[in-house]
């Protein structure tokens, strides 16, 4: 590839369609001057290795990782950095002095959501997490690290839901439970829930009428609900707890805070958030971005 100067950035996931995290980056570089070009690459888990090999000999200056791959790229990866070592969950790739970096940027990002745009401080809280594949690890372990009263894991395959309690007993010894969707618990855990989080796909576009089958009904007056999928802006999920007047956060400031973050570690500049924000609930609202 002949080098232009111009730097390389990327997207590796399947779907990619609905992504906006290149309109984010990509506005991102030119806000602060960055001779950039972010794409997103379609990649089967049989294409992983080849796309991460490609990262090298292309020399990306950096990668974005989405569903399904944040812990099948692992090992492809040279080092893991921060809360990638801690949760097994990588999203972001830093190319740095020949080697492959991997961190995670969305536990970070989710926490900086919930703070900010969610006004609540999750020391003391008691949390359920549904999901248990790359984000939920990540979201799992920031949130104990930040002081949760009760973390409870809500998964459709048990097995993965037993190696994530494990995982965060064995690296923190908090006690996390972990109990299926078909748990006759669930009533229980969202009647004394302060805090529920979809952090699975359910509901994303094009299957927008698509949520987890998790009681909302039971849930106590001001438990805020959380959705990490952003496209739709208001997903079923979100809906349904809105029309039982609970508190909603959607997922669009987790992507862009996961997003400034990513580019602090890929440029050494942070990018400002109001006008990022702004640009991609814009194209969201006004539907210049379509149905995949």
Known sequence: MKNTGQRLFGLFGDPVDHSLSPHLQNEAFRLLGVDGVYLKFRISREELA????????????????????KERVIPYLDQLV????LTGSVNTVVPANGKLLG????????????????????????VVILG???AARALAFRLVQAEVAALDLVGR???????????LWEK?????????????????LAATADLVINAT????????????????????PGCLVADLVYHPLETAFL??????????LSGLGMLVYQGILACQLWTGQTPPFAPLYRMVERILTKGKHPLP
Do not use: W
């Not at 994303?204 to 106590?220: G, H, N, R, V």
């Open 50 to 69: 080849t796309a991460v090999a490609a990262v090298r000999c292309l020399k990306f200056a950096g990668v974005n990782i989405t569903i399904p791959h």
């Open 82 to 85: 921060g809360d990638a070592l």
């Open 201 to 220: 796909s359910l509901g994303m576009a094009p299957k927008i009428l698509d949520q987890p089958a998790f009681p909302l009904a039971a849930c106590p």
């Open 103 to 126: 961190y995670s940027t969305d536990g970070e990002g989710f926490l900086l959501s919930l703070r900010n745009e969610g006004g609540m401080e999750p020391a003391g809280k008691r």
């Open 239 to 248: 809906r349904e707890a809105h029309r039982l007047g609970l508190p909603t």
């Open 157 to 167: 395959d048990p097995e993965k839901t037993r190696r994530l309690t494990a995982d």
């Open 172 to 188: 923190t010894a908090f006690p996390a439970g972990g109990v299926t969707f078909t748990s006759s618990r669930l009533p229980e």
């Open 132 to 134: 248990n594949g790359g």
